[in-house]
DNA sequence: GCTCGCTTGGCCCTTTGGGGCAATAGACAG
DNA sequence: CTGTCTATTGCCCCAAAGGGCCAAGCGAGC
């Protein structure tokens, strides 16, 4: 293992309270408005999450391009519609394709079709300015639980990715056609290999799939695609 | 099998020619314009598809709660936001309990509080009028397709579940254990009888389910919740 | 009382799965 | 060139599953 050269300065107490708080749930707020920001994140803080605020979409992308490491936890985005050079929108479709992390969206101006955009292209929801602070929290709470379902969810598959990835090719395609049913002797035939043979890769295969069990192996197999 | 005493007339032509529109798909449009309500009727007739028109929600409902029997086939509701009585949101909720047709709602002065509703009650789109005619039929394409998927989901599922209710309460544990991956020697000491009885039990429970494979066995019980 | 379906279980045999031990052969890194 | 990894296979043994045949106990319904 090598150490990571971006580490350059002590953890300092600070970084402790961060951490705690970005694992009960992290808010990354974007708006013009620097008022609203520090208010959001005054109501954020105060209920034990951790808040970035950014007063445009360009500062964000740029702090995400230079991908720093963050604490683990849920994250949701909560953005403003109505900004400058890249809106809340135009945020929205650009951070598409990184895709997992849950969007509010929020405006006082905006009409009917630009909310009616902002959930077709996926955000969670699209609040409407003056937004009462327990809409508020209970729109985050929400969001941030659908953020931790997305990487619990995340998590599994890469973790059952690597395992199957840890297979060697021949185990891959044993593991596939137990997992389709396929009785030994029938892959064997199938592959023109000896019985015996299946049987090993077979062993082999769920050893390092870890799980003793066909059904296991099944559900296994069954979560990844 | 006895007759059904509600068919009461013989099956004319244009029965018939309202079968295969209704199976290509079928759009309920609700609006209170009747100009509006012919246009779109044309619209999805010369698509190919069977169009209902009802020119207020109280009408539908009241044509819905006569329970008469409609062709099969997919489905969605295209209705007007702004409606005398009960509204398009207010229909949404309260045909949210039916659940399983796709809502799109259209609106020409509606803002995004409304829109915003739509889309957190479930609603599948939301348009704004006026409403280009490429537009109104893509997102008819892509409910009814939807409305096709949940009807083909919710067929299985019931396929399966009056399978699984045809099995005798015995087999059903026994399904439900094997298919946790319990051998049947444990499932034998679990229950307190003999490994003959349980064999017999997964037998007779593969066989009602018509499935020949372990791995089927956990699929069918898979899909099943 | 009798039949029918559900549950139970014994006996026995075959097929399939699981796994130890030993060995051959090709590919690839050091 | 040598050691390691992977794929392959044979032989043997045991456990588990699949299933035929037969039969008893029991509650529901005729």
Partial sequence: M??????RRPITVSDRQLAERCARGR????????????????LFEL?????????SAVVLLQALSE??????????LLCDVRMPQIDGLELQRRLQELGDVPML???GSSGAPEAASAFRAGALDFLIKPIKAQTLLDAVTKALAVSAQRQQQRA??????????????????????????????EIAD???????????????????????TLVDLV??????K
């Fill in 27 to 42: 808010v990354v707020a974007i708006d013009d408005d620097a008022e609203i920001l520090l208010a959001l994140r005054a």
């Fill in 67 to 76: 991908n720093r490491p963050v604490f683990p936890g849920p994250c949701c």
């Fill in 219 to 224: 559900h296994v197999i069954g979560e990844m």
């Fill in 190 to 212: 199938a592959l023109g290999i000896a019985l015996r043979t299946v049987k090993r890769h077979r062993q082999q295969a769920m050893e390092k799939l870890e799980v003793d």
């Fill in 105 to 107: 969206l929020m405006s």
């Fill in 156 to 185: 599994r598959r890469e973790e059952l990715a690597a395992r199957f990835n840890s297979l060697t090719e021949r185990e891959r395609e044993i593991a596939r056609r137990v997992a389709l049913g396929q009785r030994n002797l």
């Fill in 47 to 55: 209920e034990g999450y951790a808040c970035e605020t950014y007063d």
């Fill in 2 to 7: 090598t150490r990571n050269p971006s580490i």
